[in-house]
């Protein structure tokens, strides 16, 4: 692949393709920094401008876009994550990952959690809490997004059921959230509390 600053994609890919990623890359950066009140993090992208490549990236094949994480965060996009909404989406995840670490991230905070917060960040209108308040019989209808404990559970199901299951994590995190809340839980996390008793805190 090629490399241009933090941007990897095939050499064959149009100079207008590359303008436009790195222009939808800067946006998304923008509005999770203005979400978390800083710019922090520089993960890097890895385009894959066909099947093959992207299921080469990609752990999650099924999903437009996948954000690896471990030594430093690396964000896999395909052709359907040309999107502002699930750049800034995948972009969340790394920046709560820079928070709090590999550790914690992967064995600590749950799946409903992590999603929910990135959805923060992503403006998808059939992810609107206007879509839950209908599917949800005004949200009294809702899965049981807090015990599942692995990601696994979170994709389980249909297409519908999982994209249900993004909805009320959605929801459920805008509930809970003010940045105040927030920046004291990762402040516990890193501090070595469990998610459990820094969250009820």
Known sequence: FKKDGRLYYNPAITKKRVDTLKLLIEQATDRVAKFWGQRMGNPKFIYCNNSSDFEKYSNTPTAPAVTHLKLGSYIVLSNEAVDL????HEISHAAFYERIGFYRWTFSVPPWFKHGLA???DYRGYYSEDTLKVISN??????????????GQFYAGTREQVMLNYMTAKHEFKNWYTKEKLDKLIKDLNSGTSFEDALAQ
């Open 138 to 151: 005004n949200f009294t209808n809702l899965p049981d997004i807090k015990s599942f404990t692995k990601d």
């Open 85 to 88: 909404d699930i750049i800034a």
């Open 119 to 121: 959805m923060q960040n």
